[in-house]
């Protein structure tokens, strides 16, 4: 078991690379002391952006510490999923602790070029070139053209094949549109989210504003597509291999931003007979809605990604989501639209502007599964969660905190939420 400091036990951790590859000894060991824990209930968290392994377990000590007073008689055991994602130093945790240094609007801070060196580690004259250019920026549409390519650059040869979230996905248009265009797009959603939204005397801020956001989210997109990767290729065959050794365990997935993506694709990566899932919960999901969907509306033809992956689960599947998570109400549709969408829009405008084709789970949870429950958490926490099937909980009551530029996003640590898992796994 690992983290002497961990605030539960027994507690393990599993270590996968960006291919999906997990740590196979890491992985033997809680497959061998699972059974001789006398472990039951074994709730599998996964993270979303974190810049190392401390801030990672940072979340899990502090997430599954009130679980053992809410459940005292359960047999939990807790696993905490590393995985390499990222985060941008400027975007505030709740009751973590904040950066000390100071750089200017739109500039990269030291952490967060460390962070995309450990990240892209192939890419680090590259990064060091875009971190250059937020710091001068070049006067011009040429200037901002060079950073939209170099941008490019970083990005390309990271989407790995088949994990997109719908069939009809391609490539988001902001990598793709002009890098002027994008990062006016951009400056202008970042100011709306700034400051008061219908302000008098607002005007067009300097595109350079933007150029940052649109880095930033060519991270995510990377983060996201790497999600699918890991979840698919490492943690669905990790619980296949534990479901052999340990068949009595109840397995219960968790998990926050592409963190939720990551614990969704592991059900693809499941093999054939394995019904150890019991439930599923995602705070705050950083990919689409429709990703689970039978028929994707704009183009009926075509399924989420996920079409009947929820039926792999003995149990349900429960989507937390906040209107006040601004990272998936603002910046995700802004940058998720493909080329082609010229739709132009400002601050909590852009979800309704640009529709429901580029929303996040975390924004309004699960959309175009027949039959899926909407409740608010309240309901859920009070006995009307369903056994089965797709939930959508608003936890807005809750998940409420946090500054620009991504709002509650990271607002997830509430014995709430740890009450959600402990309920949808029916864990007493």
């Not at 959603?189 to 300097?206: H, I, M, T, W």
């Not at 790497?226 to 698919?232: D, H, M």
């Not at 959508?392 to 620009?404: I, L």
Request: proline fraction near 7%.
């Amino acid at each position: 078991m690992a983290d002497p400091g961990m605030s539960v036990t027994p507690y393990w951790e599993l270590t996968f690379d960006a291919d999906g590859d997990v740590d196979a000894s890491e992985r033997d060991q809680l497959v061998a002391q699972v059974t001789e824990q006398g472990v039951r209930d074994l709730i599998v968290f996964a993270h979303g952006w974190n810049n190392d392994r401390s801030g990672a377990t940072a979340l899990y000590r502090r997430f599954f510490a009130p679980i053992p007073g809410l459940a005292p008689k359960a047999r939990i055991g807790y696993v905490g999923v590393i995985w390499p994602s990222m985060r941008f130093s400027d975007e505030p945790i709740p009751d973590f602790p904040k950066p000390t240094a100071t750089v200017a609007a739109g500039a990269l801070d030291e952490d967060t070029r460390r962070a995309l060196r450990a990240v892209f580690p192939d890419r680090t004259a590259l990064i060091d070139q875009l971190a250059g250019m937020l710091d001068r920026r070049p006067d011009g549409a040429q200037g901002l053209a060079q950073f939209g390519r170099l941008v490019r650059q970083l990005i390309d040869g990271e989407r790995p094949a088949g994990v997109a979230d719908t069939e009809e996905e391609g490539e988001p248009g902001v990598f793709t549109e002009d890098p002027a265009t994008a990062c006016q797009e951009f400056a202008e959603a970042l100011a709306s989210v700034q400051g008061p939204e219908g302000s008098e005397g607002f005007s067009l801020p300097n595109p350079w504003e933007g150029a940052k956001e649109l880095l930033r989210q060519a991270t995510y997109y990377t983060m996201k597509r790497r999600a699918g990767t890991v979840g698919e290729q490492g943690l669905g065959p990790a619980l296949g291999k534990l479901a052999g050794a340990a068949p009595g365990v109840r397995v219960h997935l968790a998990g926050h931003s592409f963190g939720g993506r990551l614990v969704s694709f592991a059900l693809r990566g499941l093999p054939d007979g394995v019904r150890t899932v019991k439930s599923v919960t995602l705070l705050q999901g950083a990919f689409s809605h429709y990703a689970f969907a039978e028929q994707v509306p704009q183009a009926p033809d075509k399924a989420g990604a996920l079409k009947d992956q929820q039926r792999r689960i003995d149990g349900p599947l429960v989507c937390c989501h906040s209107h006040f998570d601004q990272a998936l109400g603002t910046f995700y549709p802004l940058a998720s639209r493909l080329s082609g969408d010229d739709r132009s829009c400002v601050g909590s405008e852009i979800a309704a502007v640009l529709g429901p084709e580029w929303g996040a789970m975390g924004h309004d949870g699960v959309q175009a599964v027949p039959g899926t429950a909407r409740l608010d958490l309240a309901a859920a926490l009070n006995g009307s969660l369903p056994a089965s099937g797709c939930v959508n909980v608003d936890a807005a009551s809750v998940v409420c905190r946090g500054g620009p530029p991504t709002g509650a996003h990271s607002d997830i640590v509430h014995p709430e939420l740890a009450r959600v898992i402990l309920t949808a796994g029916r864990i007493t």
